[in-house]
């Protein structure tokens, strides 16, 4: 079973040139931290209103990333709001898209490509290699926002974190997308870390016309 954050990473690349829309690659990053506080939720590990995070239990378990992302939590003098750690997560956790991609590769979800730049310069593609799991999370997806499907918690979650970020309207065509945002909006309108992740998006770039 996959992962939330290989789950966003999977849907948010370009199936076929391997690589991010401007838009995904701008607030993926915000995706993925949001989703390791959504997993370190779930977990009972941290507590979430909409003013503070609160450390339920930091003893060490079997995931280090999730360890990682716990400690700046737990050591911190102060409580911060959900927002506050979803960009100081970003900041923190150094190379975590890198990494995700790199196992996904490993696990045979995509192909890691080196391709040649400008002059001496390689970039490093990720295309989908499973495409069927792909398939499904975008079916999934679309059942909920498009056929009025109730979500399941992991789907739910999902479409907040696109939603927040702004990929969302990128993977339903033209005309759904004022239905798709619509019931997507309905679906995290309380989901305090979804919206904790566009209020850092604003934060940063303070650009809402994304929304």
């Known amino acids: 079973m996959l992962t939330l954050m290989e789950e ?7 199936e076929e040139k391997g690589n991010f829309s401007f838009t995904a690659s ?8 949001g ?10 590990r941290i507590r979430v209103d909409k003013k503070t995070v609160e450390v339920l239990d930091a003893r060490p378990f079997n995931n280090r990333r999730l360890e990682l992302a716990l400690e700046p939590m737990d050591s ?3 409580h ?8 100081k997560l970003r900041s923190t956790l150094k190379g975590l898209r890198k990494s995700l991609l790199e196992e996904m590769a490993d696990k045979a979800l995509l192909r890691e490509e080196e391709q040649q730049g400008f002059l001496f310069f390689t970039s490093t593609r990720y295309p989908v290699r499973d495409e069927r799991a792909r398939k499904d999370i975008l079916d999934r997806i679309h059942r909920v926002l498009l056929r009025g499907e109730s979500p399941d918690r992991k789907t739910a979650k999902l479409i907040g974190l ?8 990128y993977l339903v065509d033209k005309g759904e997308r004022k239905e798709a945002k619509k019931r997507a ?3 995290t309108k309380d989901d305090i870390l979804a919206n904790a992740v566009k209020k850092a998006v604003q934060a940063t770039y303070a650009n809402p016309a994304f929304y």
């Open 8 to 14: 966003v990473l999977l849907i948010s690349l370009n």
């Open 26 to 33: 701008t607030f993926i990053d915000y995706c993925l931290t």
């Open 35 to 44: 989703a390791i506080l959504m997993e370190l939720e779930h977990l009972k």
């Open 76 to 78: 911190s003098k102060r």
């Open 80 to 87: 911060r709001p959900p927002e506050y750690w979803v960009s």
């Open 162 to 169: 696109l939603y927040a970020s702004g990929i969302l309207p």
């Open 185 to 187: 909006k309905d679906i």
